[in-house]
């Protein structure tokens, strides 16, 4: 009746007065059910359409169904192991490990997985990669689907499942991949390292972090034999620190999980228990300031940076406080660019963002 009466009862024909009609059920039935908002410090559901779990074995699965990009799947194997667990006769080799198991495993020994990267379409590096930092190392694998067969994402899954448990570290292999990172570490050499050095052990000076850098250290590494290696793959290279993420367009989460289940069936919980291990707490230094020279440098920089303890985002309240920081950098770098056109201004470029400090 509402509606009709705005509309105008003179100007509408019989069909459109039939039309309105038909729409007031559905308009009742919509308010009716007000969807509960939570409340400011209630623990936020997670997306019902992600499938979540952990397998037997004690590796953790995340599992999510998305049509874009079409026919294609990105497999990611997420390990809560880094340069922090290094010690002091072990720096960067939780980095040489990642290049190590690209190497070779049982099913792929040689030259056989860049060979089944190529039969596929796909290109190392972009397609197939990882990275360690201070606390993860992670290994990406993305997989084309031909429609109507899952061979090659099982075939991806089982790459990542001999990753994180069957890698061959051989002493040749070592000695070509030392040489990699060494030669990634010489590539780094120069200002901008010179600087980050200088900016972890001035501003968080006696943290665990500022002597754990993921690159590690050349004469360490050098001198690292194989046993050393394999001796912390095998500690810490554990299923209750894996977690494996799939997301692709699947025709559904089931099929997904039912393959990872099946790649992970022959890994077995581990026999021993490790004692337990606190991640070391990361704390700047209060008011601390770093002026660095350098003939290197071709501009002056001037860098504020303002520390505050990193928490998860697990109820509203914390997506409100995210989004006004969100909010207010959007607000600052307005008024830092106007600023920037300015004739007079003092600065050629200026900017405000918000950072994770981990890596």
Request: net charge positive.
């Amino acid at each position: 009746v509402f509606l009709l009466h705005t509309m105008g009862d003179d100007a509408l024909s019989r069909r459109r007065r039939w039309r309105a009609l038909w729409r007031v059920p559905f308009v009742a039935k919509l308010l009716s059910k007000v969807p509960r908002l939570p409340a400011l410090d209630d623990v936020l559901p997670h997306d019902t359409r992600l499938s979540l779990g952990t397998l037997p074995c004690g590796v953790q699965y995340v599992i999510y169904t998305n049509k874009k990009p079409r026919r294609r799947a990105m497999l990611r194997l997420v390990i809560r192991v880094g340069s922090l667990l290094e010690e002091e006769d072990q720096l960067g080799i939780a980095h040489l490990i990642e290049h190590m198991v690209f190497r070779g495993t049982p099913s792929f020994p040689a030259n056989d997985l860049k060979r089944f990267m190529e039969r596929c379409g796909l290109s190392w590096g972009a397609d197939l990669n990882a990275e360690t930092g201070m606390e993860h190392t992670t290994f990406s694998l993305e997989v084309p689907l031909n429609k109507g067969s899952t061979k090659l994402l099982a075939t991806g899954l089982k790459v990542l499942r001999e990753f994180a448990f069957d890698a061959l570290i051989r002493p040749e292999d070592m000695k070509l991949e030392k040489a990699v990172v060494e030669e990634e570490w010489r590539s780094r050499l120069g200002v901008e390292q010179r600087m980050e050095d200088q900016f972890w052990s001035s501003i968080f000076p006696g943290s665990k972090h500022a002597s754990r850098l993921p690159i590690g250290k050349m004469d360490v590494l050098r001198a690292c034999p194989v046993e050393r290696l394999r001796a912390f793959y095998e500690k810490w290279y554990r299923p209750e620190h894996m977690t494996i993420i799939c997301t692709g367009d699947f025709q559904n989460n089931k099929i997904a999980e039912d393959l990872v289940r099946a790649a992970f069936a022959s890994v077995s919980p581990p026999a021993t228990v490790l004692d337990p291990w606190a991640m070391p707490e990361l704390r700047a230094k209060s008011r601390s300031a770093i002026v660095y020279r350098d003939e290197e440098l071709s501009s002056y920089q001037v860098r504020l940076r303002i520390y505050s303890r990193d928490t998860p985002r697990r109820t509203l309240r914390d997506a409100a406080d995210e989004l006004a920081r969100d909010l207010l950098l959007m607000a600052l770098n307005r008024r830092l660019s106007a600023m920037q056109q300015r004739s007079t201004a003092a600065f050629v470029s200026a900017v405000a963002n918000d950072e994770r400090s981990e890596e």
